[in-house]
C-alpha cells in the first residue's frame, strides 16, 4: 500500500502539471537527499500502486486504440465537409506503440528482427 508521503507526491504531480518529481517529492515532505532521487519514488511498489489508479492500463490501451483510428475533419466553403484519417495522430501512435512493443532496432547489434524486416513481414501478413 502507497505510503502517505507517496500519496502527497503523486497529488502534487497531479495537481500540478509539469511539475518536477523532485520538487513534489518535496512537496510532500520528503528529506532533500531523498528527494534528488526520483527512483526513491517511481522504482517502489506504492508508485506503481499509485500509477494503476490513476492512470489505468485500461485507459491507456483504449485512448491509444483511439489514437491509431483518429480522424479530423476537413471543412470547404464550397464543399460538405469530409471525415478523413488524421495521419499525424496515428503515426505518433503507431511510433510509440512500436517502442512499447520494442520493434525498433537496437543501435549497435547485429540480428534479430529489425524494423524494416518487421515491416515486410506485416506486409506480406496483411496483404
Not at 485500461?58 to 483518429?70: D, F, G, N, Q
Not at 465537409?81 to 496515428?90: G, L, M, S
Request: proline share 5%; aromatic share 4%.
Amino acid at each position: 500500500m502507497a505510503t502517505l508521503k507517496q500519496r502527497k507526491a503523486v497529488k502534487n504531480l497531479l495537481e500540478n502539471r509539469g511539475m518536477a518529481i523532485s520538487k513534489a517529492m518535496e512537496a510532500a515532505d520528503y528529506r532533500p537527499n531523498t528527494a534528488k532521487n526520483p527512483k526513491n519514488l517511481t522504482e517502489s511498489k506504492g508508485w506503481e500502486e499509485l500509477l494503476e489508479k490513476h492512470l489505468p492500463d485500461v485507459k491507456i490501451t483504449e485512448a491509444h486504440r483511439e489514437a491509431l483510428e483518429a480522424t479530423k475533419i476537413h471543412t470547404s466553403h464550397t464543399e460538405p465537409d469530409i471525415v478523413v484519417p488524421d495521419h499525424q495522430t496515428r503515426l505518433r501512435a503507431v511510433d510509440l506503440a512500436y517502442k512499447i512493443k520494442d520493434k525498433y532496432p537496437k543501435e549497435g547489434l547485429s540480428g534479430g528482427v529489425h524494423f524494416h524486416q518487421h515491416i515486410e513481414e506485416q506486409k506480406e501478413k496483411y496483404s
